[in-house]
Nanobody, 123 residues
Framework: VQLQASGGGLVQTGGSLRLTCAASRRTFTNNGMGWFRQIPGKEREFVATIAWNGGNPTYADSVKGRFTISRDNTRNTMYLQMNSLKPEDTAVYYC?????????????????WGQGTLVTVSS
């Protein structure tokens, strides 16, 4: 079971990045997926989640209207389009696969995690 997150980098305030999470088929097509982020010294926090069929996208209030989660089951890939980035979005971003068909804002249902990709937003 493999999840590989990529797409992080350094961007200025107001800029955009698209994160990608590539997954093995066994992990991906029947599972809800999510993005979380973590700042060093702080707890991991929920960013966005999406159901197995691309439905029910749900966002943290802090990113609503700026971030868009999507998935392409034909490519076993999930995306997080991040627009209007702010310095407070700086974190390591993790993708995760839930044990259920629908995602969650809680970390507990997620059984598989990618290695994380660093996003740095400069002011």
């Amino acid at each position: 079971v493999q999840l590989q997150a990529s797409g992080g980098g350094l961007v200025q305030t107001g800029g955009s990045l698209r994160l990608t999470c590539a997954a093995s088929r066994r992990t991906f097509t029947n599972n809800g997926m999510g993005w979380f982020r973590q700042i060093p010294g702080k707890e991991r926090e929920f960013v966005a989640t999406i159901a197995w069929n691309g439905g029910n996208p749900t966002y943290a209030d802090s990113v609503k209207g700026r971030f868009t989660i999507s998935r392409d089951n034909t490519r076993n890939t999930m995306y997080l389009q991040m627009n209007s980035l702010k310095p407070e979005d700086t974190a390591v971003y993790y993708c995760a696969a839930s044990r259920y068909a629908y995602g969650s804002s809680q970390a507990a249902p997620y059984t598989n995690w990618g290695q994380g990709t660093l996003v740095t937003v400069s002011s």
